[in-house]
């Protein structure tokens, strides 16, 4: 069994025993994409050397709102800056491990994430982007929380 599989399994069991009524096939699709981005980051951090379960608990205090709501958030960060899912999961599991919040509707958030992951100062044209997603995810947190 893989490790992706097997993380997969653990949460699926943890969601089960914690009460959750519906089965993976009846989830909604982002539903579905919000388990995989949470799995990712658990992924991610596994791969630090942390404990699954721990992982698990740290990735679940570092959103700060609904799953689903993250992640819409978070793909409109990726959609709309080309940073691949896979570089905003791993930069989030260090958010993650400092046990601090990842807040996609935060303006100065963004450009700290943006910067981290790309490693060099941004162009104006960079931080107009990310100042309307911030703008078009403050509008999705407040509408949707």
């Known amino acids: 069994m893989t490790t992706k599989n097997l993380l997969l399994s653990t949460l699926l069991a943890t969601g089960l025993t914690l009460g959750a009524t519906t089965t993976l096939q ?6 579905t994409q919000s388990f995989s981005i949470s799995t990712q980051i658990v992924s991610s951090l596994y791969s630090k050397g942390l404990e699954e379960e721990k992982a ?4 679940l ?12 958030m978070v793909q ?3 959609h709309k800056s080309d940073i691949s899912m896979g570089k905003i999961s791993h930069e989030l599991g260090k958010i993650a491990l400092n046990r601090k ?4 509707s935060s303006y100065s ?3 700290k994430l943006t910067q981290s992951i790309k490693k060099e100062h941004l162009s104006s044209q960079e931080l107009s982007t990310l100042e309307s997603i911030a703008a078009r995810n403050q509008l999705i947190f ?4």
């Open 56 to 59: 698990y608990e740290l990735t």
């Open 61 to 72: 205090a570092m959103i700060n709102t609904d799953e689903e709501l993250f992640t819409f």
């Open 142 to 145: 407040h509408k949707f929380s």
């Open 101 to 104: 919040k990842a807040d996609f």
């Open 109 to 111: 958030f963004l450009i």
């Open 26 to 31: 009846s989830l909604p699709k982002a539903q």
């Open 76 to 78: 409109n960060f990726s």
